[in-house]
């Protein structure tokens, strides 16, 4: 997307949030109540404090109850631990609402097959959170690799997350990189090389793992994956070999704040016309029954 959007035709969706821990505060909320195509209605968290301190910078209510939450909303977004997602989004599908998800969609794959069930059953539009593919240049490389013949390919995803900071969490350092670091990368290279048909695993996805990908116009990719590591900023880096010269992607220079309006305006579009878009839950599903795969190889 670039230049000035259009004027939103159609009211705002109205949006509430489940989950009041830093992601929530800084991303979700934030991007729900700047609108004009979302509005942010009410937060609920298990603590009702960190709901009010996430609901109250927007003028938001605070929901005594998920229930309550749910009466109040046209959708829900979720920025809590994967276990609790597949929960509580499970019964806002059941309730005719729209849902916008994390990644991974639950904390197993069984978790995250129920949720999409839920969902189709239900026909309610879903939309996953995988930040990157909502920015103008990642769209722009998967575009232009999607043109390429690919004969193989290397990736990494590494942070520092898990040494400490906001985002060492219990099922961050529980599940490790290939939960949490793995659907974006994987995403990404499904998307930019062909769909991933076979992967293999060796390592410690708390410490370090390597993936090796099978894709279904055979082309083979690698992927390192760590949250574990002391580097500055987070890497993301694709690079894509074949006859052509290498197409390389890499996140150092990306501004994420332009992933936002994006992904606000798909998934307000989305509600309204009905249709959920590509980057849905079962994309989610998809990039989960590939990380079961890992783990089991």
């Known amino acids: 997307m670039t230049g000035t959007p259009d004027p939103w035709p159609h009211t705002p969706v109205k949006v509430g949030l489940v989950g009041a821990g830093p992601w929530a505060r800084t ?25 009010r ?57 069984s ?50 997350a898990f040494l400490g900071g906001p985002f060492a969490t219990p099922w961050r350092l529980e599940h490790g990189a290939l939960l949490d670091i793995g659907p974006h990368l994987l995403d990404l290279l499904d998307a930019a090389v062909g769909p991933i048909v076979r992967i293999r695993g060796a390592g410690d996805p708390r410490r370090w793992i390597e993936l090796t990908c099978e894709h279904e116009n055979g082309a083979v990719s690698q992927a390192s994956l760590s949250g574990s590591v002391n580097v500055a900023q987070g890497i993301t880096r694709v690079e894509l070999f074949g006859p052509q010269p290498p197409l390389v992607h890499d996140s150092a220079e990306l501004d994420y704040s332009e992933c936002w309006p994006v992904l606000r305006r798909e998934f307000a579009a ?28």
Do not use: M
């Open 53 to 109: 301190e996430t609901a109250a910078p927007h003028g938001a209510r605070v929901a005594e109850s998920f229930e309550e939450l749910l009466d109040g909303c046209e959708a829900v977004a979720f920025a809590v631990p994967p276990s609790v997602q597949a929960e509580l989004a499970l019964r806002a599908a059941k309730a005719g609402k729209a849902l916008l998800l994390e990644k991974p969609l639950g904390a197993d794959l």
């Open 27 to 51: 991303v979700h909320a934030e991007l729900l109540a700047a609108g004009p195509e979302t509005a942010l209605t009410a937060v609920w968290a298990r603590r009702a404090e960190a709901a």
């Open 111 to 160: 978790a995250g097959r129920r949720l999409v069930d839920a969902i189709d059953e239900a026909g309610v539009v879903s939309q996953l959170v995988l930040t990157s593919r909502y920015h103008p240049e990642v769209r722009r490389f998967v575009s232009e690799a999607r043109e390429l013949e690919v004969v193989g390919a290397r990736s990494c995803g590494l942070s520092s």
């Open 270 to 297: 989305a509600v309204r016309n009905g249709v959920s878009g590509e980057i849905n839950a079962r994309r989610g599903l998809h990039l989960q029954s590939l990380i079961a795969q890992a783990l089991e190889s």
